[in-house]
């Protein structure tokens, strides 16, 4: 077989097994819709939610199981929010205005457990409502940073590993959960999630205590630092 | 030329293409990742935002220049939220807690007075606080209903012509726009979109008027009814 022969059948191969590809990726489609992966993951959650209980998310290697009156076993809006939280390997950044759900304080304490290096930015006036978690996890060694000006930081979003968004209207509280009608979104789609990670890293160095120390001093009339 | 050559160089001719368009938009991406779209419609924008002069949106053909004191002609957050909203060519359906932007309320106006279809729905103790829009908008002609439950319906997000969201933590307000820091979401991105429009239709069905009367009345004790 010549060379010329070698290089039209190699050809016609490729042409062959391309065309293939292109068609059965389209069959897929077309017979198996919501099988076929469509990028980066997306998913919508709408709450109030149904109230179950959360141990086995939290202890999934027990062997007793948990005697709670809740119903047990059953996907919520509410088990699969922590499940992406829990999810967490490498890091959470957490942005959110009202924090006073004692589940979710519970999967915070339990990522920082693991040494999971977490980062919480808050609104200084919410971390004094009544039920705030946020001085427990500062006790428990987690960084927090407030915003303490004079309107609010009400954005309600984590990002999670650096890839993984969860945005919407839910504030981290029992309220917004079990009663509101709120929706949260997950994404790990870039074009999305890659600005709020620059907004994290934006509000975090605007809210570093230190950084605030320095300006307040250049802030003074020099006969005062002098 | 017979029959099996043709076959022979058509076929190269279709590897050569093939292979052609594949490493050009691979170049493509490359050289210019941001310029190649991916996919669906996907937008983040952040507040607050720089207060900048809004009528050349309302008022594109006008041929004399806004004598107002504020910047003309720059691009903010808010005047990309605005340009989405004013987009809508065959509907609107907002669900939003707060609703007291005047901005905001002239674009639903205007679509309203283009023949828009409009829904509203939000939330019954927020359109009593001061400078709610609703009453205006309901005034104009355009259907609102109210959530009218012992919690919030907490949503803020818009859905325009039955494809763009646009959800995030800002609800429709002054505050929230020039002050507060919030975020929006805009995304074409049917996974992320559809669950929302069969929110929407389900809370909008939930709180028609209608239903609400034949649901009191059969609550009544029969002997009322009767």
Known sequence: MSVVQMVKIVGLGAVALTLSVEWLGWLFCRLWPRKISRGPLKEV????TKVACTERLFTPNSPFPC???LPHNINTSFTRLLVHILSASSSLDLCVFAFTNLDLSRAVLALHTRGI???I???????LITGSQIGAIRRA???????????HMHHKFAVVDGRRLITGSLNWTLTAIQSNKENILV?????????FISEF???WDVNDPARRHLLSIA??????VL
Chains 1, 2 share one sequence.
């Open 67 to 69: 005697p709670c009156p």
């Open 187 to 195: 994404t790990e789609e870039p074009d999305l999630v890659l600005p």
């Open 117 to 119: 290096p977490i980062r």
């Open 219 to 224: 802030e003074k009339p020099a006969s005062l």
């Open 121 to 127: 930015l808050t609104d200084m006036d919410y971390t």
């Open 45 to 48: 959650f709408f709450f109030p």
């Open 141 to 151: 060694g987690i960084c927090v940073r407030c915003d303490s000006g004079a309107v």
């Open 201 to 203: 890293q934006r509000l």
